[in-house]
C-alpha cells in the first residue's frame, strides 16, 4: 500500500466518456423517427445499444471485483503474504509524522555539534585564555570562552582569489601562534584521510595570500609557526616562512618510497593519518617514517565514469593501481628517520625486523621520543627510547599477550619532569590489567616499572582525554558506570586509583570532551540518549567545574521532536544461554518496536537484525540518533534488533578475545540465538527474518547465513562485505587471524565458500562499490562466481561504479538507503517467496 492519494475517480469504461458535469455519459445520441417502422427500429437499436453497454457494464464491475479481490485475499501460494505500510508520512492512531528517509535527509531529527578546535598557543593555565578557533557566518574566527567579548578575524569568506582566479577553500589550519593559515584547495581525495591539493599561506596581519606548492599530499605546521613540512612526489621538504627559503630533506621519493607520508595500509590501519612526520618541540628536529613498498603487490581498480566536469566520458576506464598488502604477503618496509634543520643532518633507525610495524612516536621532551612497534600479527609491543641525534636506541618496554592481540593505538601522553626531580622525562599510557584497559603512569624511560591510575572491570576509552602538567591530574572518559555509556572522570597522578566523577553518574549519559590547551576549559558534548548539548566548563577548581554557557542546545530539535511519532529503543541484556565453559554469555543489545506496537497480535512482525561486530568495536551505546533504524521500524512495521555478540568492545579481554584465529564464529552463533530468542515470541513472523550489515557487517550477514543455512534467518542484505580474510589487508587481517601458513584452518573456516548454505534462505541481497579500495570488489565477485556455479536465483546484486568503500559517488549512499528499506520491505511483504524456485 502507497501514501494515500487524492482521489481522481475511475477511468471511464467506454471512449466516450465525459467528465465534464452536465455533458452527455455517451457521445452517441438518436432522435425519434416519425413513422411505425421506423419507430420499432428505433426501439430495437435502442435496445440493442442498452443490451451492449449493460453487458460491458457488468463485465467491468467484474473486472474490478477481481482485481480487488486478487490485491485484497491471499492466493493459497501467498496465505502469509502481509501488505505493508511504506512511506506512510503520519500515523493514523494519533496524527504525528513518521520517521523517512526523506525526514532524516532534511535534517529536522538531526543534533547539531559546532564545531571548536581549542589552539595550543599557551604553556601554563595561568595564560589559558580558552582560545580557540571557529567558523561563523563564513568567517574563520578565534575566540575565548573566557573573554567572549574576544574575537579575532583569521579570514572572511569560503573563497579566495589569487591572481584573478578564486578558489573554494576545502580546509582551514591555523598555525600555533595564529598569524599564519594554510587554505587547501582543489582538493582530490587519495585515500580515507589523504588528499592530493594545492596548498596556499595566508599571512592573517596582512591578509596577503601566496602560494606554497601546488599537488601536495601532506602539509604540516612546526610548532614555532615559523617552518611548514609538506610532501611532494613522496618526498619531504621543510619550508621556511620568514626566510622564504625551502629544504628538501629527501630525495629517495618515488612510485614505491613515501617520506614523510602515510602509504594506503599505513594510512588506513595503522597511522589513522596521512602524516607520517612528528615535530620536535622547539621545531629543531623533525622525525619521519621512510616507507619502502617496494616489496607489496598491487592491486588494480578501473575508474569507469570518472572525469573532469564537462569533458565526455573517456572510451577507456582510468586504471589505477595501488599497493596493498594481503594477508600473508610482503608489508612495505620501515624505517624511521630524523632530520635537524640546524645541522641539515638525517640519522636512520632500521627496526629488529623488517615485517614490523611503527604504530606510534611521540616527543618526550625535546632531545628523545618513543617508537612502539610491533610485529605484524600484533602478538607483541616494544617501545623504543630513540634520541634525535642517534645515539639511543633502547628498549623501554617489552607488552606480550599471546591469547589475544596488540591493539594499535595513539594513546601515549608525555609527562614532564618535575623541576624537582631533573631529567626524568615520563609518559601515560594505556594497558590490559587482568583483563580491561587501564591508565598507567611511567615516571622514566629507562624502566617498565609502572604506576598503575585506574582499576576495576571497566575501561578506559581512548587513553587520555586532557592532562593538566602543572596540577598533575589525567582527565578520562571510561565506561566505569556502563559499558555503552561514557562518563567524565579524572584522578591525580599523586594519587593513583582515586578516581573522580566530573559528569553525573546517577543519571544515563554518553560524553565527550575536548580540553584548552592548559586544560582549564573543556568543551564537554553530551551525546545522549536525550537530545545533545554542548557546554563550556571552567576547571579552575577541578572539584566544582563552573559551567560558563552553552554552545549548542539543539533548540530546533527539541522543538521538531514533538511534531514526530518515533518509536523507542529500548536497550536490553540478553542471556543466550552457556558458552562451552558453561558460564552465561550475555549481550549488549538495543530494539526499537514499530509505531502502535501491539504484542497481542500473532505471526505479525517481521524482525530486522543489524550488526557491524568487527573485533573491539561497539554498536550498542546511548547515543542519540534517528535514521535508518527508526525509518526500517516506522516504514516497514518491523522490529529492528542490533546486537553486539562476543569479539566486540568495552567488556573485557574475555568477551573479546576468543574470537582471535576464528573470525566471525562465535559472532554468528550468537546472531542465530538472538534471532531464535525473537523468532519464539508469538508476535513475530519467524518467516519475516532479516539480517543486514557493512563492511564487517557486511561479511557477518552472509556467514551466519552459511551456518543458519536458511533455519532461522530468511532474508540477507551485505554491503561491501569481505568474503574471503586472504582478500583483505595484512595488518588489520594478521592482527585477528595469524599468518595464514600458520591458521590455514581458520582462514579456511572463517570464509564464505559455501553458498549452498546460504541461499537455503529465502534471498539475499548485495550491494558493493566497483571503487572500493578497501574491501576490493574481488570480495563480491567471489561470491557472485559462487552463485553463479551453482546456478543460484534467489539472489540480487547492485553495484555503483568509482563509489569508494562508504559508497557515496554521485550520491549513491542515498540510493544504497532507498534500495536497502525497499527491498526490505519486499521481503517482509512476502514478494520474494517460491520464486527462485521457478
Known amino acids: ?96 509524522k513518521k520517521v523517512s528517509f526523506d525526514v532524516v535527509r532534511s535534517g529536522d531529527l538531526k543534533p547539531n555539534y559546532k564545531p571548536l578546535q581549542w589552539l595550543s598557543v599557551v604553556d601554563g593555565p595561568s595564560e589559558d585564555k580558552g582560545l580557540y578557533s571557529t567558523m561563523d557566518d563564513n568567517k574563520y574566527l578565534i575566540k575565548s570562552v573566557l573573554d567572549t567579548e574576544y574575537e579575532q578575524l583569521l579570514f572572511d569568506g569560503k573563497n579566495f582569489t589569487f591572481e584573478g582566479s578564486e578558489f573554494k577553500i576545502d580546509d582551514f589550519k591555523s598555525s600555533p601562534d595564529l598569524k599564519f593559515a594554510l587554505l587547501r584547495t582543489n582538493s582530490k581525495r587519495l585515500w580515507r584521510h589523504s588528499y592530493h591539493a594545492d596548498y596556499y599561506i595566508l599571512n592573517v596581519s596582512t591578509q596577503k595570500i601566496d602560494l606554497l606548492v601546488k599537488n601536495l599530499t601532506m602539509v604540516a605546521f612546526s610548532p614555532d609557526s615559523q617552518k611548514i613540512a609538506y610532501v611532494l612526489n613522496n618526498d619531504l621538504y621543510v619550508f621556511d616562512i620568514f626566510k622564504n627559503s625551502t629544504q628538501r630533506v629527501t630525495e629517495s621519493g618515488s612510485e614505491n618510497v613515501f617520506n614523510g607520508k602515510a602509504d594506503w595500509v599505513y594510512e588506513e590501519e595503522i597511522l589513522e593519518s596521512d602524516q607520517a612526520v612528528w615535530w620536535s618541540p622547539s621545531s629543531d628536529h623533525i622525525t619521519f617514517l621512510k616507507i619502502d613498498e617496494t616489496k607489496v603487490d598491487e592491486f588494480s581498480i578501473n575508474y569507469y565514469v570518472q572525469q573532469d566536469a564537462g569533458k565526455q566520458i573517456p572510451s577507456y576506464p582510468d586504471l589505477k593501481t595501488i599497493k596493498y598488502p594481503k594477508s600473508g604477503t610482503p608489508n612495505p618496509i620501515v624505517d624511521i628517520k630524523v632530520f635537524s634543520l640546524k645541522s641539515k643532518d638525517t640519522v636512520t633507525y632500521k627496526l629488529d625486523e623488517p615485517t614490523q610495524l611503527i604504530n606510534e612516536i611521540v616527543y618526550l621532551g625535546d632531545k628523545k621520543f618513543i617508537a612502539k612497534v610491533t610485529d605484524r600479527t600484533a602478538t607483541y609491543l616494544k617501545v623504543f627510547v630513540m634520541d634525535v641525534d642517534g645515539s639511543e636506541k633502547t628498549l623501554q618496554r617489552l607488552q606480550f599477550d599471546e591469547e589475544e592481540w596488540i591493539e594499535l593505538t595513539h594513546y601515549t601522553t608525555h609527562v614532564p619532569a618535575l623541576k624537582t626531580n631533573e631529567g626524568a622525562d615520563g609518559y601515560i599510557d594505556v594497558i590490559p590489567i587482568d583483563g580491561f584497559n587501564h591508565l598507567v603512569y611511567y615516571p622514566n624511560l629507562s624502566s617498565d616499572n609502572h604506576i598503575q591510575l585506574t582499576s576495576g572491570d571497566w575501561e578506559v576509552v581512548n587513553g587520555v582525554t586532557s592532562f593538566d602538567k602543572q596540577k598533575r591530574i589525567v582527565w578520562f572518559i571510561s565506561t566505569k558506570k556502563s559499558s555503552i555509556e561514557r562518563h567524565l572522570y579524572y584522578v591525580s597522578l599523586d594519587e593513583p586509583l582515586k578516581i573522580h566523577e566530573v559528569t553525573d553518574v546517577s543519571s544515563d549519559g554518553y560524553y565527550a570532551a575536548s580540553f584548552s590547551s592548559g586544560s582549564r576549559f573543556a568543551l564537554l558534548n553530551y551525546m545522549g540518549p536525550n537530545i545533545p548539548y554542548q557546554k563550556v566548563l571552567d ?68 524482525v530486522f537484525f543489524f550488526g557491524y561486530n568487527g573485533p573491539n568495536s561497539q554498536q550498542v551505546n546511548k547515543i542519540f540518533s534517528i535514521g535508518l533504524n527508526q525509518v526500517i521500524a516506522s516504514q516497514l512495521n518491523a522490529i529492528f534488533v542490533c546486537v553486539d555478540t562476543r569479539g566486540t568492545g568495552f567488556l573485557g579481554k574475555k568477551h573479546r578475545s576468543l574470537v582471535r584465529d576464528n573470525l566471525g564464529q562465535h559472532e554468528s552463533d550468537d546472531f542465530i540465538k538472538v534471532a531464535k530468542h525473537y523468532s519464539a515470541k508469538s508476535y513475530v513472523d519467524s518467516e519475516k527474518t532479516l539480517i543486514y550489515g557493512w563492511s564487517y557487517g557486511g561479511f557477518m550477514s552472509l556467514f551466519t547465513l552459511q551456518k543458519d543455512q536458511g533455519e532461522t534467518f530468511k532474508y540477507a542484505i551485505s554491503v561491501a562485505p ?114 527462485w524456485e521457478y
Open 1 to 96: 500500500m502507497v501514501e494515500d492519494q487524492p482521489q481522481t475517480g475511475y477511468s471511464s469504461i467506454t471512449s466516450g466518456r465525459r467528465d465534464i458535469e452536465g455533458e452527455p455519459m455517451f457521445s452517441s445520441e438518436f432522435t425519434a423517427p416519425k413513422g411505425f417502422l421506423e419507430s420499432i427500429l428505433f426501439q430495437f437499436n435502442r435496445l440493442k445499444y442498452v443490451l451492449i453497454y449493460t453487458l460491458i457494464l457488468v463485465y467491468g464491475i467484474s473486472l474490478l471485483f477481481a482485481i480487488i479481490n486478487k490485491l485484497t485475499i491471499p492466493s493459497e501460494t501467498a496465505k502469509h503474504k502481509k501488505i505493508l505500510t511504506f512511506n506512510e508520512s503520519v500515523n493514523p492512531a494519533n496524527g504525528l
Open 539 to 606: 576547571f579552575k577548581n577541578q572539584d566544582e567545574a563552573k559551567t560558563l554557557y552553552y554552545l549548542e542546545e539543539n533548540k530546533k530539535l527539541k522543538e521538531n521532536l514533538p511534531l514526530y511519532d518515533i518509536p523507542e529503543k529500548k536497550f536490553k541484556k540478553i542471556n543466550i544461554g552457556p558458552d562451552a565453559n558453561g558460564a552465561d554469555i550475555v549481550l549488549n543489545s538495543f530494539e526499537i518496536l514499530p509505531n502502535n506496537f501491539n504484542p497481542k497480535l500473532k505471526n505479525h512482525y517481521p
Open 722 to 835: 569481505v568474503t574471503n580474510w586472504l582478500l583483505y589487508d595484512s595488518v588489520y587481517t594478521e592482527r585477528y587471524m595469524s599468518l595464514p601458513e600458520k591458521n590455514s584452518a581458520g582462514y579456511k573456516n572463517s570464509s564464505i565458500n559455501n553458498v549452498e548454505n546460504i541461499f537455503k534462505a529465502q534471498r539475499v541481497l548485495l550491494m558493493h562499490g566497483l571503487g572500493d579500495d578497501n574491501v576490493h570488489f574481488q570480495n563480491a565477485a567471489n561470491l557472485i562466481d559462487q552463485a553463479v556455479v551453482k546456478k543460484v536465483k534467489n539472489f540480487d546484486v547492485k553495484v555503483f561504479p568509482d563509489s569508494d568503500h562508504s559508497i557515496s559517488y554521485h550520491g549513491a549512499y542515498d540510493i544504497v538507503m532507498d534500495q536497502l528499506i525497499s527491498w526490505a520491505g519486499q521481503a517482509f511483504n512476502g514478494d520474494f517467496e517460491g520464486r
